[in-house]
């Protein structure tokens, strides 16, 4: 029995199989889809710029759409050393077990990779969320593949299609400085968050120019989760959870930050 690919051994996975999969998915060859991903923000801005004249939900969900943003998400695996692609996803599964969660939402959750690590080196029932289109069909060919009953729930723009059900962990990586509304989009995931529950979010801080398709801004994003009543207990970690222990540990992470 062959078998499967999503098992860690030796604390790290294969990052380049998402692209080999692309590849099969898409029927283009491995050397052109490298070279989109060697130029995928210069794509990836062009075709935001052409599809997005004016931010609206109709403008921002075709662009998410189209196939020429799924080149910007494999650069992140392409360059996994650079970006710590497998520290990242590696460090998801092991708070995920640590904190023996159930049930696992993953807020934008692109090519499918982190959900099929998460489902195979955990317990937890996990649910993939993104935007309909090229990348979306594309998680759904790789979980049919993989045999991985992991449950599709095609997005919107405006985050109404965010579950209800009690998560014990939503996970969102790089995700939220793409929504045009955060402040709702906060609390539709606290909304969906078990009590206690975890948000584990990384933000990328790049905004201007170069990537035109980042609506929010790191300093917007932390303020909006603390006025929303989140408390910080780790790097990347937030929680719902208003108990003295998670205060002092939000001020035992700001300590050390200032210690830095």
Known sequence: MKQNPFIIKDNSFDPLLVIDNYCQFSGEKKSEVIKKIKKSIEIASKTFRKTVPKKTAKNLEKFYASPDYIYDLLDAFYNFEKTKKIKTCLDIIKFVKRKKAKKVLEFGAGTGQLCLLLYANTNASVLYL???GNTFDFAKWRFK???APIRLIKGQINADSIPHAP??????????????????????????????????????PDFGQKRPMHLCKMSDFYNILKSAGFVRIEEYIWTNEKSLASIFKEKIFTLKKCLK
């Open 167 to 204: 998560f014990d962990v939503i996970v969102s990586d790089a995700v939220l400085e793409h929504v045009p509304d955060l402040p709702k989009t906060i609390k539709l995931l606290k909304k969906s968050l078990a009590a206690p529950g975890y948000l584990y979010i990384l933000f990328d």
């Open 145 to 147: 593949k993989y045999k």
């Open 130 to 132: 993104d935007l309909p």
